[in-house]
């Protein structure tokens, strides 16, 4: 069965960095297309950033120059490099692996909390 276990959020003033890392069990990873996922309170989840198996890149607009999704496929781990982090970037964060649309390839894990105060 596969796990995702997201960790690196916490508390950050506005213009601060945080760096979340995503690792993922029972999974071939390195042949995934994986991506990082937000829920702010009251929103739906959002698709922030995605990376393919040979490391092409695509961000949401609203994070595009600030956000940087990578990947250590040795270590089964997805990484987001979040600077210049705003007060609408916070939000709960979650690693998982797109298969269309809004569908998703594995059950969600329990997320990583980013805060980010003004």
């Known amino acids: 069965q596969v796990q995702l276990v997201e960790s690196g959020g916490g508390l950050v003033q506005t213009g601060g960095s945080l760096r979340l890392s995503c690792v993922a069990s029972?999974?071939?990873?390195?042949?995934?297309?994986m991506a990082w996922y937000r829920q702010a309170p009251g929103k739906q989840r959002e698709l922030v950033a995605t990376?393919?198996?040979?490391?092409?890149?695509n961000y949401a607009d609203s994070v595009k120059g600030r956000f940087a999704i990578s990947r250590d496929n040795a270590k089964n781990t997805l990484y987001l490099q979040m600077n210049s982090l705003k007060p609408e970037d916070t939000a709960v964060y979650y690693c998982n692996a797109p298969i269309g649309g809004i569908r998703v390839m594995y059950s969600w894990g329990k997320g990583t909390l980013v805060t980010v105060s003004s």
């Open positions: 029972g999974t071939i990873f390195s042949i995934n297309r």
């Open positions: 990376i393919t198996s040979d490391n092409n890149t």
